[in-house]
């Protein structure tokens, strides 16, 4: 049985993106490791696609927030760890997930979402348009892959266009990665509070968007103020870090732009499953389950390698190449099961038409700075992905 000792802070060197190596070389030994938490507790790495995705399928395994007592990067001690607030539904099991869920899969199906189309490229276009007249050279972070997301979901959700850099500069401080207990802290409070009276305003005054719907039912404040957070969050940091990543990616493979344009839908299949910015997910056994010959005891943490599974080579035919024009499909990126993600048809849309869009508008956009320059997100971040990506054309 392998064990992996610890868990990597960094990817390799020129490689960014690549999974960490030590969780690669974890993969060829077998689809699941042993983990040995930096707390002592003796937990589990799954790193295989069928295993992985068997695990988010399945309701002996746990996703509720105080079950999480254990980091895989840091000793945190014998803490208690909290439920999860009412509302934030991607840290609760059934029934209570279902109650917060429920209401929202109408709102994100894939017929609405591509009627949002017209709207993703009118915004697209004014940021390209912002582009060209401030050029040549940009961080494409902040003129393209951040604000285009952002305010996608916040007319979504009714949040008023100027309080969107507010937003997002607190949801970048508690996501990042890098900021202190305190910044954390204050960055999460400003949000609630800011949700808070948001939801208070649209009880008062109604508009047209799904906060605004969800008023019909038995939703408390509290519980719309919870959704409101999950759904801003994973909204905009995930889309942001995938437009981003991704034009790093493109530019480093410019062999492969023709293959963009000639079908984004596979070709954001594939940068979707090759990035996977969304690295892992954690789940607790309910139960002792028996998987791939170990038992996982009641209790045990499990680390789901969303990365290594997307490149699981079981699966995917010579993983590590980037090939717009695979046609594998089936990736773990939106993740799988009762929690697989309620916006990723939103995040399609977005993607389908950014991507393009920007490569059409500019057609000799490239790098401005050495590619082993482009800073990188710390993998103590939730998501993966670039802090800048300096660009010219």
């Given amino acids: 049985m392998h064990t992996l000792p610890s868990m990597p802070a960094e990817r390799p060197s020129g490689c960014p993106f690549d999974p960490p190596r030590e969780l690669l070389e974890a993969r060829e030994h077998g689809p699941i490791s042993r983990f040995p938490f930096p707390d002592g507790h003796q937990g589990w790495l799954v790193t295989g696609f069928d295993l992985a995705r068997q695990i988010l399928a399945d309701p002996r395994f746990s996703s509720r927030k105080e ?32 109650r917060y869920r429920k209401p929202l899969v109408g709102k994100f199906t894939v017929r609405r979402m591509r009627q949002l189309t017209e709207r993703v490229e009118q915004i697209t276009a004014e940021h390209l348009d912002a582009m060209e007249q401030a050029g040549p050279g940009a961080d494409l972070v902040t003129a393209f892959a951040k604000p285009i997301p952002a305010m996608v979901i916040c007319e979504l959700l009714g949040v008023p266009y100027e309080d969107r850099d507010r937003f997002q500069e607190n949801i970048d401080a508690f996501l ?14 400003a949000t609630q509070q800011y949700l808070a009276e948001l939801v208070a305003a649209k009880r008062a005054h109604p508009t047209d968007d799904v906060l605004s719907d969800l008023l019909d039912g038995d939703l408390t404040d509290e519980e719309l103020q919870g959704m409101a957070l999950i759904l801003l969050s994973a909204g905009f940091d995930t889309t942001a870090n995938m437009l981003a990543l991704g034009t790093f990616a493109l530019l480093r493979n410019p062999d492969q732009l023709a293959a963009l344009h000639a079908d984004p839908a596979s070709a954001v299949e594939e940068l979707l499953r090759y990035l996977s910015v969304a690295k892992q997910f954690f789940r607790v056994a309910l139960e002792d389950v028996e998987l791939a010959g170990h038992t996982i005891e009641a209790g045990t943490m499990v680390i789901l390698s969303l990365s290594t599974a997307n490149r699981d080579p079981d699966r995917f035919p010579d993983p590590h190449t980037l090939d717009l024009r695979r046609q594998d499909g089936g990736h773990l990126a939106f993740s799988h ?57």
Avoid at 68 to 77: A, E, F, K, T
Avoid at 364 to 380: G, K, N
């Fill in 67 to 98: 079950l999480m007592r254990h980091h895989p990067l840091v000793d945190y001690g014998d803490i208690e760890v909290p439920e999860a607030p009412p509302g934030e539904f991607l840290l609760m099991d059934e029934p209570r997930h279902g």
């Fill in 176 to 189: 990042g990665g890098e900021a202190g207990d305190d910044e954390l802290i204050a960055a999460y409070v």
């Fill in 337 to 393: 099961g009762i929690h697989q993600c309620l916006g990723q048809q939103l995040a399609r849309v977005e993607l389908r038409v950014a991507f393009p869009a920007l490569f059409n508008r500019f057609p000799t956009l490239r790098l401005a700075v050495p590619s082993e320059e482009v800073a990188l997100r710390p993998e103590m971040a939730d998501i993966y992905g670039v802090k800048s990506l300096p660009v010219t054309w």
